[in-house]
């Protein structure tokens, strides 16, 4: 059986990555805000904002429109669970299930380059290679520079990792309108590999269920932990 995502009731999973302070939370709050209606018909058209019962984890819900097709996505946002073990501090409940993930860096931050490989070995580990990783950028103290500079010193970890160079992204937190046309982007890119890549649905489980085997429910608690 295979689950349709990128719909309101199964959106696209994207996570948030980085070590804390590049700007994970700015960048998801800058989704959030509109921009002309005019501008292009391809750009996120509404949000939802919800905050998460654990972990003081948020999500936002985001509408938009690729290749003339409404998708629907839901973004979540670390919670500062990183603030002091980095990608190994989050819980593999994070990580499991994305469809999606923005690896962020702050470009005059080395450390924050350096530490996105372990974020991408996370993502690998928990969905082998469903996950559609894209890296962006933070150019927080200066223009925009050049990308072809940007890319070849991230080079290692796009070939390393299998990231289209195409979804290697710089931006500034002042041009919203820039931000959202490569989140559209991305969201297309995600759509257009599961159109072609579905993922099978797994067979849901109630544990107090006794019709269901012994063996299932042992199975989906190791699969939890």
Same mark, same amino acid.
């Given at each position: 059986t295979q689950m349709e995502y990128g719909t309101e009731k199964h959106p696209y999973k994207i996570i948030l990555c980085g070590r804390k302070g590049v700007g994970k939370s700015k960048l998801l709050s800058l989704l959030r805000e509109n921009v002309d209606d005019g501008y292009e018909p391809q750009i996120v058209r509404s949000s939802i904002y919800a905050n998460s019962?654990?972990?003081?984890?948020t999500k936002s819900k985001f509408s938009t429109n690729c290749h003339g097709k409404d998708i629907e996505v839901e973004v979540w946002d670390?919670?500062?669970?990183?603030?002091?073990?980095?990608?190994?501090?989050? #819980?593999? %409940?994070?990580? +499991?299930?994305? /469809?999606?993930?923005?690896l962020i860096y702050e470009r005059s931050d080395e450390m924050?380059?350096?530490?996105?490989?372990?974020?991408?070995?996370?993502?690998?580990?928990?969905?082998?290679?469903?996950?559609?990783?894209?890296?962006?950028?933070?150019?927080?103290?200066?223009?925009?520079?050049?990308?072809?500079?940007?890319?070849?010193?991230?080079?290692t970890l796009l070939d390393m990792y299998n990231i289209?160079?195409?979804?290697?992204?710089?931006? #500034?937190? %002042?041009?919203? +309108?820039?931000? /959202?046309?490569?989140f559209n982007q991305f969201v297309g890119?995600?759509?257009?590999?599961?159109?072609?890549?579905?993922?099978?649905v797994r067979e849901s489980i109630r544990l107090d269920d006794p019709?269901?085997?012994?063996?299932?429910?042992?199975?989906?608690?190791?699969?939890?932990?």
């Open positions: 019962t654990r972990h003081n984890r670390t919670g500062d669970m990183e603030a002091h073990s980095g990608s190994v501090g989050m #819980t593999k %409940t994070y990580y +499991r299930g994305s /469809h999606g993930a923005i924050s380059k350096t530490e996105l490989a372990g974020w991408a070995k996370q993502i690998q580990d928990a969905n082998d290679s469903h996950c559609i990783m894209s890296v962006w950028c933070n150019n927080k103290h200066e223009e925009f520079g050049s990308s072809l500079e940007t890319r070849d010193s991230i080079s289209n160079p195409r979804l290697l992204f710089t931006y #500034t937190s %002042t041009d919203t +309108r820039s931000i /959202h046309t490569c890119e995600i759509h257009t590999y599961n159109q072609k890549n579905p993922i099978p019709h269901v085997p012994k063996w299932k429910k042992i199975l989906k608690c190791q699969c939890r932990n």
